[in-house]
């Protein structure tokens, strides 16, 4: 039994083409994706600004590195806030005065001053 040439190209052509295929589909699921959060991000600007934006401007952002639309997301108001500090801590008579916020050093140097 001898295989030619021509039935082992037809055998690699068609392995070819199936892997085609397969990537093709994954390729197109991960733009799909991207598209989607693209529109997502381009609502939240369009709400926060009022403009609408095209499907040119759309397709940029998908296109775009993910750090980028990560970045835009939150300038247009997503997500989480990040917070910029800690609360303040409660003193225990619920009032905050000068004196309760200084240090004991400071306590310290405004008695030296003041005595």
Do not use: C
């Not at 199936?18 to 693209?38: M, R, S």
């Not at 990560?70 to 004196?99: F, M």
């Amino acid at each position: 039994m001898s295989v030619s040439m021509t039935e082992i190209a037809a055998v690699l052509e068609k392995a070819a083409d199936y892997i085609d295929a397969v990537e093709n589909q994954k390729t197109a699921a991960e733009q799909q994706a991207k598209i989607k959060a693209a529109s997502e991000i381009a609502s939240k600007v369009t709400d926060a600004t009022g403009e609408v934006l095209n499907e040119k401007i759309v397709e940029k952002l998908a296109a775009a590195a993910p750090e980028v639309a990560d970045l835009l997301g939150k300038l247009a108001g997503g997500g989480v806030v990040d917070s910029l500090g800690g609360p303040e801590s409660e003193h225990p008579n619920g009032v905050k005065t000068a004196e309760a916020s200084m240090g004991d050093a400071d306590q310290r140097f405004v008695g030296f001053l003041l005595s």
